[in-house]
């Protein structure tokens, strides 16, 4: 791939706040006349967001986790194939909602696959694709779960529906990531308040943009 814009991704466990600050980093960066594309994993494009479904569909509960490992990294390939290159290879800053720390995260350390295992099928998938800069919106599992359920008006899913237990191993794979890849993942103390959050995050973006 001929790069020439830049692909940001932003991660965290459940109710971190990416979504709330990822819109807001996309208004000001457009205010500014760049071209940026704003996207989220599982989904993106309509195949993927029909995998999404899938995996996420509170039904599903006979799903098995090296399956459901298997519908990431497939909902990845096609995203990145149809809508994240094209748009990195034209020159548009990519901001994406999760892409494969979350599988490492989630599939690899909280359900128990191991994250050697995550990565190698991912590296299939993306061809070693990886992303300039991550955030890592770093939160408790009690103070994110609250805000969904408190504040948010999105549906409760598979995994939200996961013990205690689970969602402190999402957050501590995080920061073993983090603290493995410190060139790339940055963190942010996501139990600040929105504004604090906000600013700090767009400085990082700003720092890979210059
Ligand atoms: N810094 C913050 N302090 C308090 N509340 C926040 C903060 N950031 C976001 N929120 C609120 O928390 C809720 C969850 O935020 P948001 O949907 O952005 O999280 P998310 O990380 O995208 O969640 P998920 O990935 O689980 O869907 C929203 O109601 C949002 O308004
Ligand atoms: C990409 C990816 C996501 N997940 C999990 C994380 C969340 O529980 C859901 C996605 O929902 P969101 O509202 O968009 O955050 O899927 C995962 O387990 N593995 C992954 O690779």
């Known amino acids: 791939m001929k790069v020439k814009g830049k692909f940001i991704t932003v991660e965290g466990p459940e ?8 819109n807001r980093i996309v208004q000001e960066l457009k205010n500014r006349g760049m071209d940026v594309v704003q996207t989220r994993e599982p989904g993106g494009i309509a195949i993927a967001e029909q995998i999404r479904s899938v995996i996420l569909n509170k039904e599903n509960t006979a799903m098995d986790a090296r399956t459901e490992a298997l519908l990431y990294a497939a909902a990845r390939r ?6 994240v290159i094209p ?3 034209r020159g548009a800053v990519v901001l994406c909602d999760r892409f494969i720390d979350s599988s490492l995260a989630y599939q690899g350390h909280a359900r128990g696959l191991g994250m050697d295992e995550v990565a190698s099928i991912n590296d299939f998938a993306t061809n070693g ?3 300039e800069l991550t955030l890592l919106f ?3 599992p009690e103070v994110g779960l609250a805000r969904i359920y408190r504040h948010n008006g999105r549906e409760v899913n598979r995994l939200d529906l996961e013990g205690l237990s689970f969602h402190e191993k999402v957050r501590e794979g995080y920061l073993l990531l983090a603290k ?3 060139g790339r993942i940055e963190v942010v103390n996501a139990e600040k308040n929105e504004e604090t959050v906000f600013q700090e995050a767009l400085e990082k973006i700003e720092k890979v943009l210059r």
């Open 15 to 22: 109710g971190a706040g990416k979504t709330t600050i990822l």
């Open 87 to 89: 748009a990195v290879e």
């Open 138 to 140: 770093d939160v408790s």
């Open 78 to 83: 096609q995203h990145l194939i149809e809508k």
């Open 129 to 131: 694709m990886m992303p």
């Open 180 to 182: 493995r890849e410190k």
